[in-house]
């Protein structure tokens, strides 16, 4: 059975920095792009950013560009979400989510339960 | 405001369908047949519930379908169950993105 466990989330001031982490098990890791989804309080999903299997492919949305990095350690199984420069609106429930195919095929199966961001001042 | 619109919210009385549709533009919905549906109950993960447009991944009943018509897709639910009261949310493959957009999702009440 393939799950996705998420970790890391946190109280954090505005400026602040956070790792999140997904240990992945039941599939081959290094042979599927994942991604990060979020959903602030009461709000729709967001596509925040994915990695390809080699970790050599990386995308973003363009409010976290320069202040997120996606990487993973394919030895571990692990995929993580390094935020910095936090800010009020990085508020959210954080996702990892399993592309189904090697590439970035638009959409994603399954999803892990999630790891809560809170940014206050 | 969400790249995909959706109406907030739809409802139905046990038995019937409702449709809940997601309107996108040439440069997603209307190219790619790459739409997809999620399933949200409260404080739960997104379940996948159709992949591809049309595309039922195993597990999920016969009761769901979707379709696609130039920049609109449609997310069909038959015979409708209390335990498919949830959020709704369509996504799709953007050129104009950088990868997918989703839409704001739709509250489906069962009366």
């Known amino acids: 059975e393939v799950q996705l466990l998420e970790s890391g989330g946190g109280l954090v001031q505005p400026g602040g920095s956070l790792r999140l982490s997904c240990a992945a098990s039941?599939?081959?890791?290094?042979?599927?792009?994942m991604s990060w989804v979020r959903q602030a309080p009461g709000k729709g999903l967001e596509w925040v950013s994915g990695?390809?299997?080699?970790?050599?492919?990386?995308k973003y949305i363009d409010s976290v560009k320069g202040r997120f990095t996606i990487s993973r350690d394919n030895s571990k199984n692990t995929l993580y979400l390094q935020m910095n420069s936090l800010r009020a609106e990085d508020t959210a429930v954080y996702y990892c989510a399993k592309d189904p195919y090697g590439d970035y095929t638009g959409w994603f199966d399954p999803w892990g339960q999630g790891t809560l961001v809170t940014v206050f001042s | 405001q969400s790249a995909l619109t959706q109406p907030a919210s739809v409802s139905g009385s046990p038995g019937q369908s409702i449709t809940i549709s997601c309107t996108g533009t040439?440069?997603?919905?209307?190219?790619?047949?790459?739409v997809s549906w999620y399933q949200q109950h409260p404080g739960k993960a997104p379940k996948l519930m159709i992949y591809?447009?049309?595309k039922r991944p195993s597990g999920v009943s016969n009761r769901f379908s979707g379709s696609k018509s130039g920049n609109t897709a449609s997310l069909t639910i038959s015979g409708l169950q209390a335990e498919d009261e949830a959020d709704y949310y369509c996504c799709s493959y953007a050129r104009s993105s950088t990868y997918v957009v989703f839409g704001g999702g739709t509250k489906l009440t069962v009366l």
């Open positions: 039941g599939f081959t890791f290094v042979g599927y792009t």
């Open positions: 990695i390809s299997g080699s970790g050599t492919n990386t």
């Open positions: 591809e447009v049309s």
């Open positions: 040439s440069s997603d919905v209307g190219t790619y047949s790459l």
